[in-house]
T-cell receptor, first 113, second 113 residues
Framework: KAGVTQTPRYLIKTRGQQVTLSCSPISGHRSVSWYQQTPGQGLQFLFEYFSETQRNKGNFPGRFSGRQFSNSRSEMNVSTLELGDSALYLC????????????FGPGTRLTVL | SQQGEEDPQALSIQEGENATMNCSYK?????LQWYRQNSGRGLVHLIL?????REKHSGRLRVTLDTSKKSSSLLITASRAADTASYFC?????????????FGKGITLSVRP
């Protein structure tokens, strides 16, 4: 089975722009979660999508949004980028989410200048 | 959701030695998971131990769980340079589908050749 893939792997944007990141889960997995990792804050949960519905949400401003398509692929969007949004964005998939083992993608490294 | 607190924050050992990492949490759990992250990459699931299990093995990994003390330990035996990574524990609560992985700061393990 192919693993979780994320595109792009690296991205450079400037303040005020918006960005869309993509995540393709493992085939058959219906849950996709997104995480932000920074040196200062560590790994923080953004949100989880299951069967095209947002099921869980972390404590991030409304500039961070996401969606999931019928094939379980997910996108995450950040609008009006700030310098502090520079981070490694990780997505993880699992069959049903919740307490299941999560399979992580390699991440997208976003740099905001 | 709850976050695990890993201890120590950093650990440096010689190749061939054993590495013991600890995790504490606050409320009752469904299971507890350990993950590894190599520098700048996605997390890799190592092992899941359920609340009714006390010990679990996987290759050179041994995980124990003490629900009375709300703590878990990850032991890596006969460590190798390739074990150099950050290690995270994720205690999963009993929220069913609403449960989610929440990570602490992790433990940075350095294995010297």
């Amino acid at each position: 089975k192919a693993g979780v893939t994320q595109t792009p792997r690296y991205l450079i944007k400037t303040r005020g722009q918006q960005v869309t990141l993509s995540c393709s889960p493992i085939s058959g997995h219906r849950s996709v979660s997104w995480y932000q990792q920074t040196p200062g804050q560590g790994l923080q949960f953004l949100f989880e999508y299951f069967s095209e519905t947002q099921r869980n949400k972390g404590n991030f401003p409304g500039r961070f949004s996401g969606r999931q398509f019928s094939n379980s692929r997910s996108e995450m969007n950040v609008s009006t980028l700030e310098l502090g949004d520079s981070a490694l964005y990780l997505c993880a998939s699992s069959y049903a989410g919740g307490s299941d083992e999560q399979f992580f993608g390699p991440g997208t490294r976003l740099t905001v200048l | 959701s709850q976050q695990g607190e890993e201890d120590p924050q950093a650990l440096s050992i010689q190749e061939g030695e054993n590495a013991t990492m600890n995790c504490s949490y606050k409320t009752s759990i469904n299971n507890l998971q350990w993950y590894r992250q190599n520098s700048g990459r996605g997390l890799v699931h190592l092992i899941l131990i359920r609340s009714n299990e006390r010990e679990k093995h996987s290759g050179r990994l041994r995980v124990t769980l003490d629900t009375s003390k709300k703590s878990s330990s990850l032991l890596i035996t006969a460590s190798r340079a390739a074990d150099t990574a950050s290690y995270f524990c994720a205690p999963i609560g009993r929220g069913g589908a609403n449960s989610k992985l929440t990570f602490g700061k992790g433990i940075t393990l350095s294995v010297r050749p």
